[in-house]
């Protein structure tokens, strides 16, 4: 009995170290992530129109540039 009880102990010290260690620190990590980006991407809404249409113009340009070059 004395050995299933350790066994079992074991069992449970290596399933929380996962737990803690591997699964939390992913979780962690993706949320620190998720906040990082965000936080950069609010840096792009400006709320001004002009800007949008430049940035959107810029993205037309890029999209004809690259099947262009993608034809040739």
């Known amino acids: 009995m004395n050995l299933a009880g350790r066994i079992t102990v074991l069992v449970s010290w290596i399933s929380g170290a996962i737990d803690t260690y591997i ?3 992913l979780v962690n990590y993706m949320s620190n992530f998720t906040l990082d980006v965000g936080g950069r991407l609010r840096r792009l809404q400006t709320g001004s129109i002009n800007g949008y249409l430049y940035g959107f113009l810029a993205a037309v340009m890029l ?4 099947r262009a070059v993608a034809r040739a």
């Open 63 to 66: 999209i004809l540039l690259v």
């Open 23 to 25: 699964v939390d620190g």
